[in-house]
């Protein structure tokens, strides 16, 4: 049984997210708080297995009472969100990198031509996050600090070809190490990023807008036709496969799901390896699932750069774990060191050239 804690300041809303999860036989609702105060002091007392926090709510917020949970009393969160607008979208992304697994669309009313579909993904979504072990941000960030800083420990060796493009997957726990490694990348970074992360409809447009708020390199959400250009990131846009042509422009394509998934890390990286091969640049990061794991293997069989998160760094080591186990990663690195080993790989055929 999946015990849950519903944070909520809506009465209409509290009453039906309730509903929805007290449906299903594997959940129950263990208390409804109004504010995130009152679910800090909820934790402090009880240990729910997951928690649906709402964003915009009086005294203590979605994202104060996130960042304040995972540094005392952590547990899995996801954001419940009803609401497009920009500023709460940010917020929810904040509360991502606070430490929440992932966000998701409020459920509409019981009438509503959605509603079916999206409570089955609130309660589908509640049973995935319950699984997954969380930590106590404040102490990962002590114990990280804490360990000593050997040199040269990854010997990035100068590469013979040209990196044209670096491909990004991700899934569960994904947007904040993305932001970190696009707010690393220098902003005269010399090939196109292209991204896939899985996350619930609606949301792409606002982590773009989020990532670009801390990265120097223009974050688009691509459109099919849209040409790549050095220096700036492409992350694919709901229910499209994305890929590049050999042109160097985007295909945004309504071909079926991979592994359950549309857009798909698989769909994207096996394009990139064949129009690329050597020239490209592959990172797999955190999710659950096998998601483009045996597409980085292909890409690391065409001479590409392969990378995947290490277990310690990931939230969920599922996708890059499986990219391990078939040998597919050349670097498997910590979150915090891989906007480095990408800009070393990027940048040294451009500064050769500028040495010659």
């Known amino acids: 049984m999946i015990r849950v804690l519903v944070v909520e300041d809506s009465p209409v809303a509290r009453e039906l997210l309730t509903h929805i999860l007290s449906s ?207 220096g700036h990131v492409y992350i694919a846009p709901d229910g499209t496969q994305m890929r590049v042509d050999a042109n160097g422009r985007i295909v945004c394509a309504g071909d079926a799901p991979e592994n359950g998934l549309r857009p798909s890390v698989s769909y994207l990286f096996r394009s990139i390896a064949e129009v690329f091969g050597k020239n490209a640049v592959a990172v797999l990061l955190t999710g659950m699932g096998k998601d483009g794991a045996a597409e980085l293997k292909l890409m690391q069989d065409k001479g590409a750069i392969t990378i995947a998160q290490n277990e310690e760094s990931s939230a969920v080591f599922g996708m890059p774990g499986e990219a391990v186990k078939l040998g597919a990663a050349r670097y498997v690195l910590p979150a915090d060191k891989i906007a480095a080993v990408l800009t070393s790989i990027a940048m040294s055929k451009v500064k050769r050239d500028e040495s010659n």
């Open 24 to 230: 299903d036989a594997g959940i129950q609702v263990i208390g409804t708080v109004v504010n995130g105060k009152e679910a800090v002091e909820f934790v402090m007392h009880n240990k729910p297995d997951l928690i649906t926090m709402d964003i915009h709510m009086p005294e203590m917020d979605g994202f104060e009472a996130t960042r304040t949970i995972m540094g005392t009393n952590p547990v899995p969160i996801v954001i419940v969100t009803g609401s497009s607008n920009m500023r709460e979208l940010e917020t929810s992304f904040r509360a991502i990198e606070a430490g929440a697994l992932t966000v998701i669309q409020k459920p509409q009313g019981l009438g509503h031509p959605d509603y079916e579909k999206n409570a089955k993904n609130l309660i589908t979504m509640v049973k995935l996050m319950s699984e997954i072990k969380v930590v106590r941000r404040w102490a990962r960030t002590a114990e990280r600090r804490s360990q000593p800083q050997r040199e040269n420990v990854y010997n990035i060796a100068a590469q013979p070809a040209t990196v044209k493009v670096v491909a990004i997957g991700a899934s569960t726990g994904g947007p904040p190490v993305i932001e970190k490694i696009l707010a690393e990348l220098p902003h005269d970074f010399p090939a196109p990023v292209l991204i896939v992360q899985h996350m619930a409809e609606g949301f792409i447009p606002g982590f773009a807008e989020w990532l670009g708020q801390t990265s120097s390199l223009p974050v688009h959400v691509a459109f099919h036709g849209s040409i790549t250009r050095p």
